[in-house]
């Protein structure tokens, strides 16, 4: 039903604007922007604080951090091979920036020996079934089941839908609203099954574009990826010694995947543009 009622321009403004932010947290992560505060007050520490709206400038970074021109080359290189339609192209390039990273010293190896190092997850420390119902109460139940609605459910909207256009689901719109709510509904057993066994928010990610980019179309990616994600359990130190440039470039280059969805919006149309517009931003 939610599909139905949602106008298709909607649809894709929320797919467009879910981009642009990861694009913007890659901006950021990458320090190819800044963000720099010129207060005529003291900003006290640990603390949040408004400021004025002219206190705050976006900024380019610096040209000399070694992470702001690695994250420049690798989306360079993933360009490349998207453009030469090479497999796998966002995975290679963060292993070269992760292997250029090594030879420029930003890469330390000597972490996987260290006795600080844990290579068994300790499972004695899940929050399983740990509600703080209390909490919930002093904020408002319907201030919390609102806002962790609607985030949720708008988040999930455009990722699936944006997955499921690149995918070529959507070319026949009944199926393609079909399939795209049931996964929906697999999503929210995924959210609600996750917060009972304390993880993060278990749900679709709009890094799924990248798979899909790559051919992942049927349920068997997603049991590899659930695989590999078990893995991770036991490989983390050595999942953390990608640098975060090398993950900020894939965040650039997966929003430029979203983006792509804009084209599908009639800007001529302003009963679609301005909501749509005002969506995306």
Known sequence: MLLVAVPDSLKHAITVGI?????????????????AVESSKDIAAHKYTEVLSFETIFHLGSFQDKGVILTLIEI??????????????????????????????????????????????DMT????????????????????????TFVELFDTFGTMVGTASRAGIMKNKEEGNKRVGKAMFADAIGVSGGALVGTSTVTAFVESAA???????TDLTTVITGVCFLLALFLAPIAMLIPGSATAAALI???????????????????LAIPAFLTIV
């Open 253 to 271: 280059v997966v929003g430029v995947l979203m983006v792509q969805s804009i084209k599908e919006i009639d800007f001529q149309d302003f009963v």
């Open 125 to 148: 420390k899940l929050k399983f079934a740990d509600f703080d119902f209390a909490g919930t109460m002093n904020t408002g139940i319907i201030s919390v089941i609102a806002t962790f």
């Open 76 to 121: 360079l290189l993933i360009s490349i091979f998207m453009v030469l339609r090479i497999r796998g192209a966002i995975l290679i390039g963060i292993l070269m920036t992760t292997v250029v990273d090594y030879f420029m010293g930003l890469v330390n190896l000597g972490s996987l020996t260290s006795s600080d190092t844990t290579w068994i997850p």
């Open 211 to 217: 798979v899909v980019a790559e051919g992942g179309r």
């Open 19 to 35: 981009g642009l932010f990861i694009a913007m947290i890659g901006f950021k992560n990458s320090g190819i922007l800044s963000v």
